[in-house]
């Protein structure tokens, strides 16, 4: 794929420039009227470029995130009917787009994970690069790091620290954490670093703090991030019309596997889940055709221009006029825990 210019729009704005942003636009092949849906709106990147591709594009952007939602003001102020900014997770976006009046979408443009502007907020808890309260919820709602952390039994912190972080030292990590909170809650994002830092040792040469890989599994747990992912994606192949693109951009390992698999099913290779759960034979009809031959990769040079693309990757495909399939309960295994995908397997045989 070859490499199409970024947005002129942003560059000249000086605003945020999403990782891939060039691919995801040349693999999208945008070409107006029509509708686009960034399921991830973030600090509106993407929403940017959708919009400056082609004056006939309007754009459904969707966030969970309340400040995220009224940080874009602004750009919806300036592209006035064109864009419309909604609060909602992108599980739901056919129903969110439905309920703006549309019928269909044209384009779903997806950025998994956490955003920058989350990251660099010490308030919301995302990182341990400044203290801040122990949160990391994309949205107000429900159970915060906190509550998982003073809470959880040792069990269910080691698994989430193993399978979401995939951290080798997750055992010792979740038995550090019951024996710290023995003596009072752990409360901010420093305290857990630190606890953290003193269990597992940084690797030689490595500039990767001891506590990322586990903050990371924390943070997939509190927001239900591969669940969201893995309903998103059903919730896009719904909306798209026949001909319509997906475009999803990921950042680790655990999000990659499952647009991997969802995609290769829905175009007619078998998907094997996990060792918990039998291979799945080839849905029919195919829902979606490839766009992208594997993942595209970062350019060196973006990579050095913004370290975080460095584990990027984009996937594309086309939607066909094939009816929507039913759900993949096989990709669902993906985004929980090996105990409870051993459960429901047991429960589907």
């Known amino acids: 794929m070859s490499r199409s210019p970024r947005s002129k729009t942003a560059a000249a704005e000086g605003t945020h420039i999403p990782v891939l942003l060039a691919e995801v636009i040349e693999s999208l092949a945008l070409k107006g009227p029509g509708l686009a849906v960034d399921g991830t709106f973030g600090a509106g990147g993407y929403t940017r470029a959708l919009l400056d591709v082609d004056p006939s594009i309007r754009v459904v952007a969707i966030d969970r995130d309340t400040t995220a939602i009224s940080a874009g003001a602004p750009l919806q102020k300036k592209a006035g009917k064109r864009l419309r900014l909604v609060e909602g997770r992108f599980s739901l976006l056919d129903s969110l787009v439905e309920a703006q009046g549309e019928a269909g979408a044209d384009w779903v443009v997806l950025d998994i994970g956490v955003s920058s502007m989350q990251l660099d907020r010490a308030e919301r808890g995302f990182s341990f690069r400044n203290d801040g309260p122990l949160d990391m919820r994309m949205s107000s709602e429900g159970e915060s790091a906190a509550d998982l952390v003073n809470e959880a ?26 024996e710290t909170r023995r003596r009072g809650p752990i409360e901010t994002t420093g305290q857990l670093a630190e606890l953290i ?13 001891p506590a990322t890989r586990s903050f990371q599994g924390l943070r997939i747990a509190v927001n239900d991030e591969l669940g969201e992912l893995v309903a998103a994606l059903h919730a896009a192949e719904r909306i798209l019309r026949p001909g319509g693109r997906l475009a999803v951009v990921t950042f680790h390992s655990l999000e990659d596997r499952i647009v991997k698999q969802f995609l290769s099913a829905r175009s007619g290779r078998a998907v094997q889940a996990s060792r918990h759960v039998p291979s799945v034979e080839r849905p029919v009809p195919r829902s979606f055709a490839p766009v992208t031959k594997g993942p595209v990769l970062p350019s060196d040079e973006e990579c050095r221009a913004n370290p975080r693309a460095r584990s990027a990757k984009l996937r594309a495909a086309e939607r066909t006029d094939a009816p929507v399939p039913a759900p993949l309960d096989a990709v669902q295994d993906l985004a929980i825990l090996p105990a409870t995908a051993a459960l429901r397997g047991g429960s589907r045989r």
């Not at 039994?153 to 997750?170: M, N, P, S, W």
């Not at 830092?197 to 703090?209: F, L, M, T």
């Open 153 to 178: 039994d040792e069990a269910t912190l080691a698994d989430i620290f193993f399978h979401y972080g995939e951290e080798r030292r997750a055992r010792a990590v979740a038995r550090a954490i019951i």
């Open 197 to 209: 830092a003193g269990v597992v040792r940084a690797e030689p040469g490595s500039h990767i703090h």
